[in-house]
């Protein structure tokens, strides 16, 4: 096997971390950060109800396709690849919707039946 020197990301012999994948760290925690106090103001300031999950949901959500696009860089992936992923994580976002509303309207009528 052929040794090759040169390498153009060659950070070993001065240890040093570029400036702009830093900085693409550092703001990729701050906006985690962010997202993450944001859900527990919410979680723990707000009184319990439908729309207080709601939020927390959405918030959760987002967190969670930030997460897929920075660290599994599905955001340098193609266009094709990015939406054969969200439309079917959509779908399955739409079917929870509807079976919580179907969930809770079946259990108020099963509830306010036997009473």
Request: hydrophobic share 55%; glycine share 2%.
């Amino acid at each position: 096997m052929a040794m090759h020197s040169d390498h153009s990301h060659d950070f070993t012999q001065t240890g040093e971390i570029p400036k702009a994948q830093t900085k693409a760290i550092w703001r990729t925690f701050m906006i985690l950060v962010g997202l993450t106090a944001l859900e527990f103001v919410f979680a723990f300031f707000m009184e319990a109800s439908t729309l207080r999950n709601s939020i927390f949901i959405v918030l959760t959500i987002f967190k969670a396709f930030y997460i897929v696009a920075e660290f599994m860089h599905l955001k340098h992936e193609t266009k094709a690849l990015i939406w054969a992923i969200l439309i079917p994580m959509a779908l399955v976002i739409w079917l929870m919707v509807a079976l919580i509303s179907e969930g809770s309207y079946y259990f108020d009528s099963v509830t306010n039946y036997f009473k």
